[in-house]
């Protein structure tokens, strides 16, 4: 299978994952930078006008790198929407991003005929997030380009299955582009990501320790000192399960070994700022990959390590 043209500019197979609060221009126009997708949810832009100016800044940043680099061209970008009957922003939000002809559109929690057809019109491609077999299969039925396989230990909302069973179950039957998501920190996981199957890694929780992040000071320094065991696998602050660290559910007050259940039903990703969102923004999402994350550091720095690890996997694998 050939990958669409789309990605060709990348420097290293990887794309960087949409973080609630976390992306941002500043975050996105980096990654692209430096070679990899960059993304951000479009729900990070308030108020919704917001994201007017957002692809604008994103759009002119890239266009002038690349007259100014035709040899070291940026790579493309992503907007990530929340499907979910409850965000009530999407029909606005898709056609800003029509107006932006966006090149990646990440679909999340509902797959859309309609939107996979309207991402196409403007010629763009369609990525949807999967935790199983079965949601692979209706959103590619629906539409969808290419699909993100989020597995165990992901960070935000991850699925429950071993990276080597989801993506092998995938690979049965669809030959598209295919992202690997959970625990993805180092080059060489991703090369790791493309020997099971995938094309990509979809790396998000490395990214939020840099200095372009939108994040807390105190939330960068928990990726840098947290482990795998620091991670809280739970539906309470979404309705969805995800995970979390530990340490800011205990400065929320809570008890991380006895969280309540949470309800699906009343999952809320509404566009105002009174969401349920709101109530939880201090609860810090995280993989659980970050015990390879050692340091805050810019995009570039981390993106470019990322390259020479797996340029390093590689080389060991031709050695071997």
């Known amino acids: 299978m050939t990958l669409p043209a789309i990605f060709d500019r ?16 500043e975050l996105v126009i980096a990654q692209c930078k ?46 990530n929407q929340i499907v979910h009957r409850s965000n009530d922003r999407l029909e606005a939000d898709l056609e800003t991003c029509a107006k932006w002809k966006v090149p990646i559109v990440i679909t999340s929690l509902g797959a859309r005929e309609d939107l996979n057809t309207a991402v196409h019109g403007w010629g763009g491609i369609t990525l949807h997030d999967v935790i199983d077999d079965t ?14 396989a989020v597995a165990t230990g992901a960070g935000g909302h991850a699925g429950r299955l071993s990276p080597f069973a989801l993506i092998a179950e995938i690979r049965q039957w669809f030959d598209g582009p295919l992202a690997l998501s959970g625990s993805i920190a180092t080059g060489g996981a991703v090369l790791a990501a493309q020997a099971m199957g995938a094309d990509f890694g979809y790396i998000g929780s490395p990214f939020i ?4 992040a939108n994040a807390d000071p105190a939330y960068k320094q928990g990726i840098v000192d947290g482990r795998a065991r620091d991670i809280v696998y739970s539906n309470l602050f979404t309705g969805v399960h995800g995970n979390y660290l530990r340490q800011s559910i205990v400065a929320a007050g809570l008890d991380p070994d006895a969280l309540p259940e949470g309800d699906f039903k009343t999952m809320n990703f509404g566009g105002d700022s009174g969401s349920k969102a709101k109530a939880w923004k201090d609860i810090w999402g995280s993989g659980q990959g970050i015990g390879a994350v050692d340091r ?18 590689r080389a060991r694998l031709r050695l071997g």
């Open 296 to 313: 805050v550091e810019p995009v570039g720095d981390r993106i470019a390590r990322l390259k020479r690890e797996y340029d390093a996997a």
């Open 34 to 79: 430096a070679g990899i997708v960059g993304s951000f949810p479009a729900l990070n832009a308030r108020p919704q006008a917001m994201l007017d100016e957002w692809l604008h800044r994103i759009t002119e940043e890239l266009a002038a790198h690349d007259r100014d680099h035709p040899d070291a061209p940026s790579a493309p970008f992503a907007v």
């Open 135 to 148: 949601f692979a299969h209706k959103a590619v039925d629906k539409g969808a380009d290419g699909l993100i």
């Open 10 to 25: 990348l420097r290293l197979p990887v794309i960087a994952s949409p973080m609630f609060i976390i992306s941002g221009p």
């Open 209 to 212: 320790a840099t200095t372009e």
